[in-house]
């Protein structure tokens, strides 16, 4: 494929099924270490894979969410791997390989993003920043250089140094790249409640009880709409779910390998 791959992988090498976890932006295989280490998910094969242009890994020449999807797709296939766990950016990729028809296992949605409008504000702002000539380079590397220190008050104690570590050390220019394609994606979907719903795969839609990433009514109301869509709100957790409460996230994931075997 090209692209440097960074991939961690967890539980028996003759697992008889194999979950593919794909952390979110700025995020590499590391975030996803807590959940693959619970017991709920021990006798699955779990295969976490940092999406290209992460974590100081090669970014491919076409950085939009539908080439990403295509990328991941091949790779769980290859890979073996019958569902598939996304967080955050990572979630909304899976959520187009589901929609492109690349992928039809479950899939375990870790605060998505079903609209330009849900996303955090900051994020918007510095997407629009950065790609003003110039300017953009010096604000991507400097929110880099401030990443460890104000990460570091959002993650739980015992892994904040090593997680905001691992956000700080990203390319600034591919991450510029990255975020824009993923704001036009965002901009040719205004809602990607429907196309979630509209794929037809058993999907699970996670978010902590004080997610940062918002979700109108309107989205809630579609997503309980759809037979094939189940909503789970875990307690004491935001955005960050997948670290602030890697049993309960592995607990679902236990569950929607169970729901496609069956």
Known sequence: MGERWEVRRGG???????????????CTTEFC????????????GTVAVTLPGFGRTEPPEDVSMEHYARL?????????????????????????????GLFRGPLVLLSPSFSRGDEMKSLAVLNAVGRVPGLGAMVWAGMLGLLPRAMKRELPPRRAEALAAVMAD????????????????????????QRLCGAG???????????????TDEERAGLRACPHVRMVTVP???????????????????????????
């Open 12 to 26: 028996p090498s003759d697992a008889a099924h194999r979950v593919l976890m794909i952390p979110g932006g700025l």
């Open 33 to 44: 270490a807590d959940v693959m280490a619970e017991p709920a998910v021990a006798g699955l």
């Open 72 to 100: 991941m797709a091949d790779f769980a296939a290859e890979a073996g791997c019958e569902a598939v766990v996304g967080h955050s950016l990572g979630a909304n990729v899976a959520l187009e390989m589901a929609a492109l």
């Open 170 to 193: 990203n390319d600034p220019a591919s991450c510029r790249r990255i975020l824009h394609d993923y704001y036009v994606y965002l901009g040719r979907h205004p809602s990607l409640v």
């Open 201 to 215: 795969v058993p999907s699970w839609v996670v978010r902590g009880d004080h997610d940062e990433i918002g979700l």
């Open 236 to 262: 004491d957790a935001g955005h960050a779910v997948l670290v602030e409460q890697p049993a309960a996230v592995a607990e679902v994931i236990a569950e929607a390998v169970t729901a496609g075997v069956r």
